[in-house]
Structures are given as structure tokens and as C-alpha cells.
């Protein structure tokens, strides 16, 4: 909740990187994922790491490797109208999980992006889902 306020705040200027793991000398960009609870209905907010693609948002349900989906990747499935926020834009966007065709060429761009993810798929005996948000 800190870092979300804070972000909001500062409009990215503190919360707006990560640098931690693979971050640590090259941070990466963090995005602000507002979703509803797939069971609750309830507005939450998701600190994600992304890939700007043209107009697209670009995230990955890596959960750092655990054998379980993370919930604001399921509450996803359940309501794929979202609102992203990057720095102190905010835009509706809707999300769709790629194909495996789609997700073999983004795959190396989010690699390149954050190392962590190649591990975090080695750990792990599920696919990690990449999902693009796209403008509404």
C-alpha cells in the first residue's frame, strides 16, 4: 500500500523503478495495474514490472517462480477491464494473456528487460503467463 501511495503521489518519481534481483544495476520500469477481485469485486492495485510495446502494456505472471498463478493474474482472467498507470498517466486498457506464438517473440524482449524471468521459469513447472494490456 506504501509504495502504491507513494507512486501516486510522486507520479512514479519514487516507486516508479525496481532494483532488486536482475533491477539492481539496471531498474526497471513499474507500472501501477488497477483490477477487480475476481471474487470480491473489490478495486485493487498491483505494483508490476512492464514493457512499453507501441501502445501496448506488456506483464508477466511470473508470481517469482511459485507453482501458483498470482491473484491479480487470475482476477484478470475473470475481469480483463483494467486501468494501467504509468508515471502519472492513467489509461483503460483491456487484457488478454498471448498465445504461445505471440509469447515466444515478447519472451526475449522481457528477458532482456528483467533477467529474473528466465529463472523465475525454471523454477517452475507452469507456463508463466505474458499478458498485454491494450488501450480501450
Not at 75 to 96: E, S
Request: with cysteine; hydrophobic share 40%.
Amino acid at each position: 500500500r506504501g509504495i502504491v501511495w507513494l507512486y501516486r503521489r510522486t507520479g512514479g518519481g519514487v516507486g516508479g523503478t525496481w532494483r532488486i534481483g536482475a533491477g539492481f544495476r539496471n531498474p526497471v520500469p513499474i507500472c501501477l495495474l488497477e483490477h477487480h477481485g475476481r471474487k470480491t469485486g473489490k478495486l485493487r492495485t498491483t505494483p508490476l514490472v512492464y514493457l512499453e510495446d507501441g501502445d501496448r502494456i506488456v506483464v508477466v505472471a511470473s508470481q517469482a517462480g511459485r507453482p501458483e498463478h498470482p491473484m491479480w493474474y487470475l482476477n484478470l482472467l475473470a475481469h480483463p477491464d483494467v486501468t494501467v498507470q504509468v508515471g502519472r498517466r492513467r489509461r483503460p486498457m483491456l487484457a488478454r494473456v498471448v498465445d504461445d506464438a505471440e509469447r515466444a517473440t515478447l519472451w526475449p524482449r522481457l528477458v532482456d528487460l528483467y533477467a529474473d524471468y528466465d529463472s523465475y521459469q525454471s523454477w517452475t513447472d507452469r507456463v508463466i503467463p505474458v499478458v498485454v494490456l491494450e488501450p480501450r
